[in-house]
């Protein structure tokens, strides 16, 4: 269980749910480890900023994170937190372990566009 | 007006929270600026068992109670930017981030904590989360059956290179000298485990492979002779330093890179107080962090007091 300020993604019937109705999401798949709760604490700072931006957080150890540890661009991976990055529901990008605030926010504007 | 503060606190770690939270308490201008998340190095501590007061709970839980005490009594946190440059000299101190905001105050407080060593070697950033880890506990089951390298010889190194004998095939701890410094318990059991080797006197030179890592380049110290093995992945665990990059001349350093400090956490230089892992200093635990946070936070309420600043 993830204890952090994010909103959850709580199965892969929800993650289904929350792709069709969002254009631009982050989800970041992890544990409480010293890798993963770094990511989370800098997507909940840039929540504020990147309001066309929906941001959250799923458990690494929940049945249902097949919906992310299995995808394609996941392969190779060995570093948690896995992140990804949708567009119009289609993973635009994904990163595996720790990442920056300067490391997502690039992406974020690359990706999403940068904050008004 | 210019507003200024009458302390910044860089660092948001258990002692930049702990003077947030006397600071802003004593009514005084309160500003946290942090570069990386709040909370520093404890937030990663799974389980905290000797906290005074508190039951047995986790770093996580314990700084967002820091964090949220701070900002109930006013205390501003700016978390995830970065400081460029730092003008402690003059009686108004200045804090430059990349955004190009520039923060002043009255009083400064370095609590910029201890971050983990890197290898700092060709590899070890392209192939991070590739093969290459910081986390035996996150990332080992990714190395089933797979042959890794662990390198440090301290508790961390001995007690994650056991740890992830429950996934990895072979063990290869490289270690920089002819001894561990862990405890001899932990590494009796890292002696009895078969799956776990060792080559002492060695240090790690370069890390190579392709989507993930296939190689390190292993030096002997001993000969300076240069061997190559093939691995899956390298496990870095070889301690911490304290974070005091855009302070070396700024305050009194020791040779160890700590600032030194009084029994009052105050430096060398008139304003600036410090506290936490990134002072000179033996015991290194939350409690030590949030007691110098704490008399730091009180020296500079006195010294404003003293210097007419506030009544």
Redesign the interface.
Known sequence: ML?TNLNHVESADQHKKILEENENIMICC?????????VY??MD?LQDTYKHVKFFDMDFDSADAHVIKSAPECS?????PFTMYYKNGKVVKA????Q???QVSSILDEQFGKPE | MEDIYDVIILGAGPAGLSAGIYASRAKLKTLILNE????GQV??T?EIANYPGVETT?G??LINIMKKQAKDFGCIIK????VKGINLSSKIKEIETDSGDIYKAKTIILATGGKPRYLNIPGEDEF????????A???GE??TGKEVVVVGGGNSAIEESVSLAKYAGKITIVHQFDHFQALPYYVEMAKKNPKIHFRMNSELREISGE??VKLVKIENLSNNHLSELNTD?IFVFIGYVANIEGLKNLVEINSKGEIIVDHNMKTNVEGVYAAGDCIAKRYRQVTTAVADGTIAALSVSDYLMNQNYIN
Do not use: W
């Not at chain 2, 991070?128 to 986390?135: A, D, F, I, P, W």
């Open positions: 204890i992890g544990r409480m480890g010293p890798m993963c709760l770094p604490d800098v700072e190779g991976f060995m570093g948690l990163t595996t372990s720790i920056n605030m300067q | 990386g998340t709040i909370g937030i990663l799974h986790n996580f839980q978390a995830n930017l970065t991070k989360g590739r093969g290459v880890s910081y986390c506990t996150c990332d990714f190395f989507s993930s992945g």
